[in-house]
């Protein structure tokens, strides 16, 4: 057991509210599988060093500083931010379309209560380990219910601030109902040393439509860990664009679990590090019903002595007949220091299912680079038409226009900043 | 427009160029010919920039500039083109693209307005079918599965869209059947205006028939030890480059 995961405990142990069986389930789990060492396969990659030793730090109260919130040019959104931990928009003066509801993990109605208790932990396997962390402590969040048949048009933008030295833990929880559609994007970033999870659990139910976006957008020293975890009913449909930098930790788990029939998910994820960052990618698709089809696609570019880690696994069940699952991750690495560890896991319990997998890393070509350039293309403009089209092909398939137009110039110049070595 | 002198250059630690000069006014065409490893497609690489190819002493002027202070980009923008004995396949950038790119850079240089996409197409077909290939190599992958004779075409269809002062055009005519040479020399025989230079570097006189050379020189172990008129390439291909000694009519045989 490590110092940090001990004083989690402790303070979990203060905290009493109606979701205290969930909690209570947590810290067992957490005593009972203790701190996740080298060995463990999940953290193989991703040392944990610096967070063992760490001093559990919880965010300084009443001062909340005011947060800036980067806008996105012509997007239509509901904007939901946190800063170090506390929810800091009023839900009250929101002005939201029929159909939708959000309120924060501590309303007064027992029947919200109830209906966040039944999510709460409800789709978010029980493995990971910091997942267990934030049933037992987060108490700040929010919960989205999108009603039946409702076509919720604005993008719900949830950003997570982190700017001071503390540990802070936040949840999303979205129920979107029979039929209705939703876009909801998450944004996290900041660069102090810290540690923030966040995790997301999402019920799309028969026929409905989500829309989702995560942009880990930490640097320099925070460390973030969190989760985007998805149930599928019949017929329902995810497209999901993740965005990784890197920094000191950051680590992403998500999980799409088809629960339902004819099912379709669509995963984009992008990653761009350099310096010393690393960035991990953990995902995992449960193929447990007939019919359901999976697209991922990971791709991503490691410069300096940047470290990216890439796992996907796909589980079809047997079951789960008529399966179409591809997955694929392709990677550049910009410099002989760069490092990635890719590992795709197929796992196939069912006999009539279509499954491709494939991993690829290749390193910047020299000689296509000299050539551009005796064509009077400058190196850096060379460099982005060589290697960034790959990159900005995931970028064009963003079904939101303002998002992928916000992204590209974004992510075009951190590409531009790292070196060829 | 072109002034080299005494240059020296080495790749890997190896001399490979040991003080050529040469002097290339506006509207001349220079052949280079000479036997394998004499240093021609070396010659080509040091004037164009590129990485690794290392001068270690001479000069090389171009339209009053120092060229070897100049990036890879910059002598292009300058007017200097290399055709490419072996064009790099480039999957995942087209053609279209890369050219638009390439037109453009060198306008602005020029201080010319960008080209629109429809004021490019047009210019791009045009020279497509000068060097007679079909129009879907322009959406293609830049020379992604293209034959030999399809990249030296795409190499001159290039060299017309950059519209360069000077032309170093390395081997273009190697692998080519002979109605593809017949192709390669119309296009580039199009673009000499009398004010615009062309170094045709070729171990073969065979190209010479198509593209008339102002001078031949002949380029041996990194130095220039012969220069005529067009007259000395018909010797060279009567003769080989036994005149060279006995080290070369082996190496050529």
Known sequence: MSQWLSQVIDEARQVTDYLEPVRQQAIAKLQQNGWPGRRNESWRFTPLSSLEKRQFQAPSAGNTPVSSVETITGLNAIELVFVNGELVTNLAALSLPEGLTITSLAPDNALQQQAIAELFGSIKPGHHVFGLVNDALCQQGVYVDVAAGAKIEPVIRIINQVDEDADTHNRILVRVGEGASVRVMEQGEGSVSSVSTLFAEYCIADNAHLEHYRMVMFSDSARHIGGCHFKLHNASSLNSTLVGYGSELSRLDVDVIHAGEHANAKLNAIYLLAEGELFDLHTTIEHAMPN?????????????????????????????????????????????????????????????????????????????????????????????????????????????????????????????????? | MLKIQNLHASVEDKDIIKGLNLEVNPGEVHAIMGPNGAGKSTLGYVLSGREGYEVTEGSVTFNESDLLEMEVEERARAGLFLAFQYPVEIPGVSNMEFMKESVNAMREERGLEPLTAAEFLKKAKEACKQVHLPLDFLKRGVNEGFSGGEKKRNEIMQMILAEPTLCILDESDSGLDVDALQVVADGVNSQRDGKRSFIVVTHYQRLLDYIKPDFVHILADGKIVKSGDASLALEVEKSGYAFLGKKYEEVDA
């Open chain 1, 292 to 421: 359901g089809t999976t697209e991922e696609n990971a791709r991503g570019i490691v410069g300096d002595r940047a470290r990216a880690v890439f796992n996907g696994r796909i589980h079809i069940h047997r079951d789960a007949q008529k399966t179409l699952a591809e997955l694929n991750n392709r990677n550049l690495l910009l410099s002989r220091r760069a490092l990635i560890n890719t590992k795709p896991e197929l796992e196939i319990y069912a006999d009539d299912v279509k499954c491709a997998h494939g991993a690829t890393v290749a390193e910047i070509e020299e000689k296509a680079l000299y050539y551009l350039m005796t064509r009077g293309i400058s190196r850096s403009k060379a460099l982005v038409m060589l290697n960034f089209g790959f990159i900005q092909e995931l970028v064009n398939q963003i079904p939101n226009k303002a998002i992928s137009e916000w992204l590209l110039p974004k992510l075009s110049e951190r590409f531009l900043m790292m070196e060829v070595k």
